[in-house]
T-cell receptor, first 116, second 113 residues
Framework: AQKITQTQPGMFVQEKEAVTLDCTYD???????LFWYKQPSSGEMIFLIY??????QNATEGRYSLNFQKARKSANLVISASQLGDSAMYFC?????????????FGSGTRLQVQP | NAGVTQTPKFQVLKTGQSMTLQCAQD?????MYWYRQDPGMGLRLIYY???????DKGEVPNGYNVSRLNKREFSLRLESAAPSQTSVYFC????????????FGEGSWLTVV
């Protein structure tokens, strides 16, 4: 069964610094996608970045990059130049593409607080 | 383009009451999902529908029923609400497998007292 693990319940970072949020996953599927979502206090799920299991390059979207290490089964999110508006919950998720229900499985999340 | 629309946004129920959460998408997606999110936790899959006319259980289906009325709509019903069902409920839809093809509604806050 697929599983996502986020070991950091909470993280603090100073404004303008970079921060890495950890995510490890477990799957027997060879084809899968990895996602990061941001959930601000208002509650909506905001898509940040996607990495396919066959993508050779690490995904980047503006200040967000995904450090994908397939052999280690890790998909860490790196936020560069943190801003106060980055304070939120962050969820790592995986979607298997060949087996099962092809739904997203989520980790328990990391609460990021950006300090001025 | 409305995307995924959930109603109601907020609801308070008494234990034992029934209610239906409605979800509609206007993107012609085949797959639709219902998740719940409890405090301090990630989203957990309740039910999903891979296509019109089909539904299957997810990780936490007990106490819920679903109906895929047509391709656009996927409803979640609580027949006899319990305090343990107090949660935030998210509907999502998807088309295709690769890339960001999953779209979420804004969430429905349900409290059972």
């Amino acid at each position: 069964a697929q599983k996502i693990t986020q070991t950091q319940p909470g993280m603090f970072v100073q404004e303008k610094e970079a921060v890495t949020l950890d995510c490890t996953y477990d799957t027997s599927d060879q084809s899968y996608g990895l996602f990061w979502y941001k959930q601000p206090s208002s509650g909506e799920m905001i898509f940040l970045i996607y990495q396919g299991s066959y993508d050779e390059q690490n995904a980047t979207e503006g200040r967000y990059s995904l450090n994908f290490q397939k052999a280690r089964k890790s998909a860490n999110l790196v936020i560069s130049a943190s801003q106060l508006g980055d304070s939120a919950m962050y969820f790592c998720a995986m979607r298997e593409q060949n087996t099962g229900r092809r739904a997203l499985t989520f980790g328990s999340g990391t609460r990021l607080q950006v300090q001025p | 383009n409305a995307g995924v629309t959930q109603t109601p946004k907020f609801q308070v129920l008494k234990t034992g009451q029934s209610m239906t959460l409605q979800c509609a998408q206007d993107m012609n997606h085949n797959s639709m999902y219902w998740y719940r999110q409890d405090p301090g936790m990630g989203l957990r899959l309740i039910y999903y529908s891979a296509s019109e006319g089909t539904t299957d259980k997810g990780e936490v289906p007990n106490g819920y029923n679903v109906s895929r009325l047509n391709k656009r709509e996927f409803s979640l019903r609580l027949e006899s609400a319990a305090p343990s069902q107090t949660s935030v409920y998210f509907c999502a839809s998807a088309q295709g497998l690769s890339g960001n093809t999953i779209y979420f509604g804004e969430g429905s806050w349900l409290t059972v007292v």
